[in-house]
């Protein structure tokens, strides 16, 4: 199996249109060791001709821009992608604006939670796809599913979602109810295991508040992990002077720190760990920064875009 890392970015990616804050500054002056991200998304392939995306962020456009494999081959018909399904992790603008960029009558299938494929049936922007050529598939918790394209032909790329500890989309919180997580339930954030055949699976996982005993006992083993990497200690945005909200507000766990996920995670036997869904306001987009050191040091790797792991 092939994944791309096509968007390694949180929402807003890097830099981040109207962030002055010193990352994005040096990213978008072209300082050496900060590379520009785009937003979260992740692209799969058992053949290396068909490809299932995992997430359709904003910047799709540019992403298959920059993604051969993910562009019409010379030979294909007049109108043609090899993108043959979109699974979605969380009803997001990083995850589902993307979707709206895929108009123009192209056959492909959506895959989601039910509370997923709920938010997008109340939008009729989303009508742009017409179900009847784009297909919304339910991907039921706890099953592996084969991934299928708009006619139902098997991509060989199969998805298992779980749900994990996270957060309703930011435009859908129920203010009324922050005891209540703002009215999230399960479902509204998944993580999936994505393999090939009975090859070695990958698991993806770009958004987690918590990590809990039954989440560890379902990564270790795991040959590949792409988790969030939002932000590297939980007060980051705050400390940074560009916002209020701590990363827990936001249904991201920090990487570092006692109840962090490098912490959190250590321990388990997992092959490669990578994380994704970096912020804007995350010292790891320095590459020479005590906080990237510390991370290689604890065997994790930060995804740039075009990142290609092979399983
Ligand atoms: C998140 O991951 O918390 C969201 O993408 C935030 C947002 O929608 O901007
Ligand atoms: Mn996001």
């Known amino acids: 199996m092939r994944l791309k890392i096509v968007g390694s970015a949180a929402g807003g990616g890097f830099p981040q249109w109207n962030c002055n804050f010193r990352l994005s500054r040096a990213a978008r002056a ?43 081959a010379p030979d294909a018909p007049l109108r043609s992608t090899p993108i043959r399904a979109v ?66 032909r098997e991509t060989g790329v199969s998805a298992e979602s779980f749900s994990v500890p996270g957060k309703i989309a930011l435009y859908l919180e129920d203010s009324s109810r922050p005891d209540a997580d703002f009215g999230s339930e399960a479902g ?6 994505i393999a090939a055949g009975a090859g070695r699976s990958a698991f993806y996982v770009p958004g987690c508040a918590r990590i ?15 988790f969030d990497g939002t932000v590297f200690t939980d007060d980051e945005m705050i400390s940074a002077g560009v916002g209020q909200k701590t990363g827990r507000r936001m249904g991201h766990l920090a990487m570092w720190g006692e109840n962090g996920s490098v912490a959190g995670l250590s321990g388990l036997k997992i092959g490669r760990r ?19 050191a510390a991370l290689r040091a604890a065997g994790w790797d930060v995804a740039h875009d075009g990142m290609e792991i092979v399983l």
């Open 274 to 292: 990578v994380f994704v869904h970096i912020n804007n306001t995350n010292p790891v987009l320095d590459d020479t920064s005590p906080e990237r």
């Open 87 to 152: 699974v979605l992790t969380n009803a997001d603008v990083d995850h589902v604006a993307g979707l709206l960029s895929l108009r123009e009558r192209e056959p492909f299938a959506i895959y989601a939670s039910r509370r997923v494929l709920d938010v997008l049936a109340a939008n009729s922007i989303f009508n742009v796809l017409d179900p009847a050529l784009v297909p919304r598939r339910l991907l039921p918790p706890g099953e592996t599913v084969a991934i299928r394209d708009a006619q139902n």
């Open 30 to 72: 072209g300082e050496p060791g900060f590379l520009s991200r785009t937003q979260s998304s992740l692209a799969a392939s058992a053949d290396g001709s068909g490809w299932v995306l995992f997430n359709a962020s904003p910047d799709i456009r540019q992403q298959i821009a920059a993604t051969p494999e993910l562009q019409p």
């Open 212 to 226: 809990d005993e039954r989440l560890r006992g379902r990564l270790d083993g795991a040959a590949c992990l792409l």
């Open 188 to 193: 509204d954030t998944i993580g999936v295991r």
